[in-house]
């Protein structure tokens, strides 16, 4: 085979490669939702709370992308994984839907209503929930749809025993008001605490002795990442952007790449997900 031959059909393998991540990235990979599993192993979980499934999700960016449609498989998804706590991770709309769209607000507090969790469903609110004219309408559609919102406060989790775990909501970085001192004030050493900012880099304002885990999104990962770059980057995600940290050497600060998508209908190399995080009891004896 002569070597233009060889040339020829390495350029076309890597055409069709190229072509098929390219029709992923536009048209599969935005309304595909990824269930990412993570195992949180502690001698701070309650005997009561082992084997507890929490699952987060964030970035729902309802509006000009995410429709009813994709709405409702991203609702399939989640009560497919039957978790036992749901935590919102904050921007329940784009900057597309104001407070007038009552059909779109309407829509996703009916979706929302939807979604089963036994122990709880419970929120926080992100930049693009947190203004003038959508934090109202915003607080409305999560109370229709059953979900608590903690911002700047701890909310104890009970499974039939006297024993907790707490949640400890935080408002975002970019235009809330983050009461870290407030938000803590019922946390002790013992507790095993899941700390939930919208915004990854308030992680190195919260006290890392009485954080056990925290979750965060804003992000997107990006929504598009490569090595040269990011489709994305936002205030408030800017030491800390996709992936998981180990801050100040006591508790990880896990980021989720969102549900929705901003700007562009597109994803590539950060796959909209929910976080299923399966709790489990550490005995001392344990090694």
């Not at 195992?39 to 992308?65: K, W």
């Not at 904050?90 to 979706?111: C, H, I, M, W, Y």
């Not at 004030?185 to 900012?197: E, G, Y």
């Not at 090595?227 to 980021?255: E, P, V």
């Amino acid at each position: 085979m002569k070597i233009w031959h060889k040339i020829l059909i390495v350029l076309s393998i890597l055409a069709f490669f190229c072509g098929v991540l390219l029709y992923d990235a536009f048209y599969t990979a935005p309304q595909r939702f990824v269930v990412r599993t993570e195992t949180i192993s502690s001698l701070y979980i309650p005997v009561s709370m082992d084997n507890v499934d929490v699952l987060f999700f964030s970035d729902l960016d309802y509006g000009q992308y995410m429709d009813e449609e994709r709405m409702d498989k991203l609702v399939e998804t989640i009560n497919e994984v039957a978790p036992d706590v749901v935590i919102f991770g904050g921007d329940v709309f784009d900057e597309t839907v104001g407070p007038q769209d009552t059909e779109k607000l309407n829509a996703v507090s009916e979706r929302l209503a939807q979604i089963k969790a036994p122990l709880g469903k419970f929120a926080i609110l992100g930049d693009t929930d947190n203004t003038p004219e959508m934090r109202r309408p915003v607080e409305e559609v999560l109370y229709l749809g059953d979900f608590e919102i903690i911002d700047n406060r701890s909310q104890s989790i009970h499974n039939d025993s006297g024993e907790a775990i707490a949640i400890v909501g935080i408002e975002n970085g970019v235009n809330g008001y983050s009461d870290i001192t407030g938000s803590f004030a019922n946390i002790s050493p013992l507790i095993f605490s899941i700390v939930v900012c919208h915004t990854p880099d308030t992680a190195v304002y919260v006290p890392a002795d009485l954080t056990k885990y925290m979750l965060a999104g804003h992000s997107h990962g990006g929504q598009v990442y490569w090595i040269f770059g990011s489709l994305l980057n936002y205030d408030g995600a800017l030491q800390y952007f996709r992936g998981k940290h180990i801050i100040d050497g006591r508790f990880t600060l896990d980021i989720s790449t969102g549900t929705g998508t901003r700007e562009r209908d597109i994803r590539f190399l950060s796959n909209a997900e929910v976080v299923v995080y399966h709790l489990e009891h550490k005995a001392i004896t344990d090694q």
